[in-house]
């Protein structure tokens, strides 16, 4: 590494090419799909706007449920009140 740092840069970057390209040349019909379907909604949330998107409450309130239930397996005590 001190001896060629440029060398070794250049190779881990091929080497991370080569496998995302290996990566994406083996792909399925379905992981397509879903690829294409997320990029359908990124774009559109980006035209839309993401402040007025209608999900973004949904959203924010699954994540929120979703950290309750999670609480034991961070080793946390569970809250007793919850954000309703």
């Not at 496998?19 to 997320?38: D, G, L, P």
Request: charged letters at 30%.
């Amino acid at each position: 590494m001190q001896q060629d740092p440029r060398g070794l840069q250049a190779q881990l970057l091929t080497k991370l090419v080569f496998t995302y390209a290996r990566e994406k040349e083996n792909q399925t019909v379905w992981k397509s799909a879903k690829a294409c379907i997320h990029a359908v909604q990124k774009t559109a949330a980006e035209w839309y706007g993401f402040d007025r998107w209608p999900l973004s409450d949904y959203l924010v309130r699954r994540h929120e449920r979703w950290r309750q239930r999670v609480r034991s397996l961070r080793g946390l005590p569970e809250l007793s009140i919850q954000n309703e």
